[in-house]
């Protein structure tokens, strides 16, 4: 599962930055880079974690867990600012971003899995707020006279 929704997240940040990419600079791309290679930190020790080796289990246990789960945090931290610079998305939408990832990732060290209610329901709403815009059109539509 833990594969899967990092796989699904980064596909989440693909999708934000489809809709509001042109309109942030550097700290956007910056942020998107680093959720980005944070993730796929995360999925490879998933994958390997899947594999079952005892001496890869507790590297990742110990290493490449805590260290993908910060360049996500970091990652997500600044791509929030971004977001709110870029004003394409709602305002929560910016402030979901900078103020969930820092408040999981402390819950989850206190308690095991604490923060995946909180976390699933940041993306949820992400999640729909990409679904509704691409219902909407590019383009006003002509007038017929």
């Known amino acids: ?59 990742l246990q110990w290493l490449v867990a805590p260290v993908g789960s910060l360049i996500v945090l970091v990652g997500l931290v600044l791509y929030g600012a971004a977001t709110l610079q870029a004003r394409v998305l709602a305002r929560w939408c910016g402030v979901g971003l900078i103020v969930v990832p820092p408040l999981a990732f402390y819950m989850n060290s206190r308690i ?22 691409s219902s909407t059109p590019t383009e006003q539509p002509s007038r017929v006279r």
Do not use: C, K
């Not at 909180?118 to 999640?127: I, S």
């Open 1 to 59: 599962m833990l594969l899967l929704a990092t796989l699904l997240t980064l596909g989440g940040l693909v999708g934000l930055h489809a809709l509001q990419g042109a309109n942030y600079g550097r700290i956007g791309r910056a942020g998107l880079y680093a959720a980005a290679v944070g993730l796929l930190v995360q999925a490879m020790a998933a994958l390997l974690l899947l594999m079952g080796n005892d001496a890869w289990e507790v590297t």
């Open 112 to 133: 095991f899995y604490g923060s995946l209610p909180l976390f699933g329901v940041l993306w949820v709403a992400l999640g729909y707020v990409l679904w509704s815009r």
